[in-house]
């Protein structure tokens, strides 16, 4: 695994529920574990529910301006009139004034660095004409990297009913940035900008970046932060980050973090307070064969994720032609998870496709009856 993607992706990955301008993050504490190598999701634990991501209109503000860079429509020093329409966004901001100037790569910084709003308008505008048609390309970006529960509705990424998404989505996302421009991406950190007398410094740490605080515009309300964590660690051959939103201390976190990391080393789901459905509850299952060993190649947040994922490993591996392909849903309190098995084999068969699955990059746990 290259160094600069798992550094990239660690920092992407904790992407934070608090900007310097909102409130303490009330959402659900929330677990993921991917290999590191092929983006797998191996373990999720409360990773489909909706929440707020105040960060999540920030980084793809950054996302589409790096692609405007690489396309060669804006260039960092393009200089931009300030609108009056820009100058009225919610703190924090840059304190631009109307028909100020700013260059594009100034504004990018003042994003990252002050989570300033104004300049995130004053890209928006420039990308896309008005703040609505820009979230109209956020939104079909989202849908074109496969965010499929995430939805943007304002650029400073303030409360709204239709701003959300979850903690599966952010790390697709932050996978993406990170394949599509890990160069620029690496260059998220250590960023020094000043502007009209005032210097900004630029996060040290990812973690820092997509919290949306910045040393220069600390937050005013004396809330409780959630705490993210992210740590890569090893899962049998693999090479895995274990990602953790909204825990409520520190210690908690740290717990998650060692529970999912557990988790994907023994091929089950982190602990929760609802108990698995019974085996003898399938969605769908073929005849039993001879043979007290399987195999389980993940869990998945639906039934027809499960089911692709049973089609595709059985293209990979052909042994599975002689094994029972089954679905379980396992119950969670926030919501369903499904999955995907293959059954009735012997424990050589079991352990020859897994390893025929693994080389060919995809997850599998040999499973003894």
């Given at each position: 695994m290259?160094?600069?993607?798992?550094?990239?992706?660690?920092?992407?990955?904790?992407?934070?529920?608090?900007?310097?301008a909102?409130g303490?993050?009330?959402a659900?504490a929330?677990?993921?574990?991917?290999?590191?190598r092929?983006?797998?999701?191996?373990v999720?634990?409360n990773?489909?529910?909706?929440?707020p991501?105040?960060?999540?209109p920030?980084?793809?503000?950054?996302?589409?301006?790096?692609?405007?860079?690489?396309?060669?429509?804006?260039?960092?020093?393009?200089?931009?009139?300030?609108?009056?329409?820009?100058?009225?966004?919610?703190?924090?901001s840059?304190g631009?004034?109307?028909?100020?100037?700013?260059?594009?790569?100034?504004?990018?910084?003042?994003v990252?660095?002050?989570?300033?709003?104004?300049a995130?308008?004053?890209?928006?505008?420039f990308?896309a004409?008005s703040?609505?048609?820009?979230?109209?390309?956020m939104n079909?970006?989202?849908?074109?990297?496969g965010?499929?529960?995430?939805?943007?509705a304002?650029?400073s990424?303030?409360p709204h009913?239709?701003q959300?998404s979850?903690?599966?989505?952010?790390?697709r996302f932050?996978?993406?940035?990170?394949?599509?421009y890990p160069?620029?991406?690496?260059g998220?950190?250590?960023?020094?900008?000043?502007?009209?007398g005032?210097t900004?410094?630029?996060?040290?740490n990812f973690l820092?970046a997509?919290?949306?605080?910045?040393?220069?515009?600390p937050?005013t309300?004396?809330?409780?932060?959630?705490?993210?964590r992210?740590?890569t660690?090893?899962?049998?051959?693999?090479?895995?980050?274990a990602?953790?939103?909204?825990a409520q201390?520190?210690a908690?976190a740290d717990?998650?973090i060692?529970?999912?990391?557990?988790?994907a080393?023994a091929?089950?789901i982190?602990?929760?307070?609802t108990?698995?459905l019974p085996a003898t509850?399938?969605?769908?299952t073929?005849?039993?064969?001879?043979?007290?060993?399987?195999?389980?190649?993940?869990?998945?947040?639906?039934?027809?994720?499960?089911?692709a994922?049973l089609?595709?490993?059985?293209?990979?591996?052909p042994?599975l032609a002689?094994?029972?392909?089954?679905?379980?849903?396992l119950?969670?309190?926030?919501?369903?998870l499904?999955?995907?098995?293959?059954l009735?084999v012997?424990?050589?068969?079991?352990r020859g496709?897994?390893?025929t699955?693994?080389?060919?990059?995809?997850a599998?746990?040999?499973?003894?009856?």
């Amino acid at each position: 695994m290259h160094v600069l993607a798992k550094y990239i992706l660690v920092g992407l990955a904790t992407l934070s529920t608090s900007l310097a301008a909102g409130g303490a993050a009330n959402a659900a504490a929330s677990a993921v574990v991917l290999d590191a190598r092929n983006g797998d999701v191996l373990v999720a634990d409360n990773a489909d529910t909706r929440q707020p991501a105040p960060a999540l209109p920030k980084l793809m503000t950054i996302y589409l301006m790096f692609e405007a860079f690489e396309a060669g429509t804006v260039k960092p020093d393009t200089n931009i009139f300030v609108s009056g329409q820009a100058i009225r966004q919610p703190i924090p901001s840059l304190g631009l004034d109307h028909f100020d100037t700013i260059s594009a790569g100034d504004a990018l910084n003042a994003v990252l660095a002050a989570s300033a709003n104004d300049a995130a308008a004053v890209l928006a505008e420039f990308l896309a004409g008005s703040e609505a048609r820009f979230v109209e390309k956020m939104n079909a970006k989202a849908s074109e990297l496969g965010l499929t529960n995430t939805s943007f509705a304002n650029i400073s990424g303030a409360p709204h009913p239709q701003q959300f998404s979850t903690p599966r989505d952010m790390i697709r996302f932050s996978l993406a940035l990170m394949r599509s421009y890990p160069e620029r991406a690496k260059g998220l950190v250590g960023t020094s900008f000043a502007w009209k007398g005032k210097t900004y410094e630029g996060p040290r740490n990812f973690l820092s970046a997509l919290s949306g605080n910045a040393s220069a515009t600390p937050a005013t309300t004396p809330v409780q932060p959630a705490v993210n964590r992210a740590q890569t660690g090893r899962a049998g051959d693999r090479d895995v980050i274990a990602v953790v939103w909204n825990a409520q201390t520190p210690a908690a976190a740290d717990q998650m973090i060692v529970s999912a990391l557990n988790a994907a080393q023994a091929g089950t789901i982190a602990a929760g307070p609802t108990p698995a459905l019974p085996a003898t509850d399938p969605i769908q299952t073929a005849g039993v064969l001879p043979g007290t060993w399987g195999v389980q190649l993940g869990a998945f947040s639906t039934q027809a994720a499960a089911q692709a994922q049973l089609a595709t490993a059985a293209k990979a591996a052909p042994q599975l032609a002689n094994a029972t392909l089954r679905v379980e849903p396992l119950q969670r309190a926030t919501g369903t998870l499904y999955r995907a098995k293959y059954l009735g084999v012997d424990e050589a068969t079991a352990r020859g496709i897994c390893q025929t699955l693994k080389a060919a990059g995809a997850a599998c746990i040999p499973l003894s009856n």
